[in-house]
């Protein structure tokens, strides 16, 4: 396939897959309605970022094994469910919080590792990906194609990524919207948490084949 015919095709199939609900978009949503926009940004970088995990064995042959593999899937839906749980009891237990009595110094500092390491372990660990980059690849890529075009066409995705998702922490923290959500936050937290943990248990129930 043509270079820029795959990297169109790429940019088309990625973007519907970002935009399409999912653990990525609650992890965002959440951390900006209840943390900002530095930390919903943050997020972002983390799930771009794991990506990077995907796109390496791809790039290497892996994804059609792990694909096909009933117990390597079992692993990773078990890992990616149980952190989509515990990330959703945390929300669940959320309470309610005078953001104004919160120093300025704190909620800017954060815990910007925290933050990029949650959407970093958000993405990596989501067991539908295998499937996913199997079929992304097998479309756009051949065994002769050179690796720096394979590294290009991963940097690509991970740059679409981050930008869908920068997209929606703008807005998720835009001062309308802001404002509307900062007086209930900790429900927010606690739908969203609700939302995780459903979705963690639809992870871990789900068939493998």
Not at 100 to 120: C, H, Q, R, T
Not at 134 to 151: D, G, Q, R, Y
Request: hydrophobic share 55%; proline share 5%; with cysteine.
């Amino acid at each position: 396939m043509e270079f820029t015919h795959g990297l169109l095709l790429i940019t088309v199939v990625h973007l519907l897959a970002a935009a399409s609900p999912g653990p990525d978009f609650l992890m965002v949503t959440q951390q900006t309605l209840s943390s900002g926009k530095k930390a919903g940004l943050l997020c972002s970088v983390g799930i771009a970022l794991g990506l990077s995990v995907h796109i390496t064995y791809s790039a290497f042959g892996l994804a059609a094994v792990i694909a096909n593999s009933v117990s390597a899937l079992l692993v990773i839906k078990m890992l990616g469910g149980s952190y989509l749980i515990y990330l959703g009891v945390r929300g669940i237990r959320s309470r309610p919080k005078n953001l104004e009595d919160i120093p300025v110094a704190e909620i800017k500092a954060g815990s910007s590792l925290k933050a990029i390491g949650a959407g970093f372990l958000c993405n990596a660990l989501n067991p539908k990906a295998p499937v996913y980059f199997v079929a992304l690849f097998t479309v756009v890529l051949s065994p002769n194609m050179p690796l720096h075009l394979i590294l290009i066409y991963g940097l690509w995705i991970m740059f679409l990524q981050f930008a869908w998702f920068s997209f929606v922490a703008m807005v998720f923290s835009a001062p309308p919207i802001a404002r509307r959500f900062k007086r209930f936050g900790h429900y927010v937290d606690r739908v969203m948490g609700g939302a995780m943990v459903l979705l963690g248990l639809k992870v871990i129930t789900s068939r493998t084949a």
